[in-house]
T-cell receptor, first 116, second 109 residues
């Protein structure tokens, strides 16, 4: 598997608490993405990054924020988690890097988040 | 606006039967399309991309610009093909992909 890890892999939290998910890559790719995966909706883009400290919104960004202080790490924060944010979250990378292939996206293993 | 449509949520076939997973797209530019596969509780991985015109694990997909389709086909389904399949469209800007809602393929014995 590509050098993309996510932490934690599973998390259960309560409504109203802040949650931060981490995506870490060792492949030196420029672009990083956060998706959520829900039955019937497929994969939906939350936020993405096109470089260190450069981020932009995706189609379902409300309630989420991101940060990228270095190439390797892309953090997704739920400021105040809600039950509607219960989902599986995937990180992905792309762009020229160790894995080549400019526009192919390589995915992390996913984080299963449950908000009670 | 760009859009990827996968009309079937679930496709159930018998082992050895042909498989066709449908994908239609809407895009004003020159499309680049992909098929990703996700085996049970695993990460998504690229199955094939139309530019390379490869056949991976017996699957093929042909881009039909006239019908704006990129259907995934396999002549003889195998049990290990059971998985979730996503069609994706490269939409440039931020190197983004737009994904369809996915089709769960179930191959029955």
């Amino acid at each position: 598997d590509a050098g993309i890890t996510q932490s934690p892999r599973h998390k259960v939290t309560e409504t109203g608490t802040p949650v931060t998910l981490r995506c870490h890559q060792t492949e030196n790719h420029r672009y990083m993405y956060w998706y959520r995966q829900d039955p019937g909706h497929g994969l939906r883009l939350i936020h993405y990054s096109y470089g260190v400290k450069d981020t932009d919104k995706g189609e379902v960004s409300d309630g989420y924020s991101v940060s990228r202080s270095k190439t390797e790490d892309f953090l997704l924060t739920l400021e105040s988690a809600t039950s509607s944010q219960t989902s599986v979250y995937f990180c992905a990378i792309s762009g020229w890097g160790n894995l080549s292939s400019y526009n192919e996206q390589f995915f992390g293993p996913g984080t299963r988040l449950t908000v009670l | 606006a760009q859009r990827v449509t996968q009309p079937e949520k679930l496709l159930s076939v018998f082992k050895g039967a042909p498989v066709e997973l449908k994908c239609n797209y809407s895009y004003s530019g020159s499309p680049e399309l992909f098929w990703y596969v996700q085996y049970s509780r695993q990460r998504l991985q690229l199955l094939l991309r139309h530019i390379s015109r490869e056949s991976i694990k017996g699957f093929t997909a042909d881009l039909n610009k006239g019908e704006t389709s990129f259907h995934l086909k396999k002549p003889f389904a195998q049990e290990e093909d059971s998985a979730m399949y996503y069609c994706a469209l490269f939409t440039g800007g931020g190197n983004k992909l737009t994904f369809g809602t996915g089709t769960q393929l179930k191959v029955e014995l």
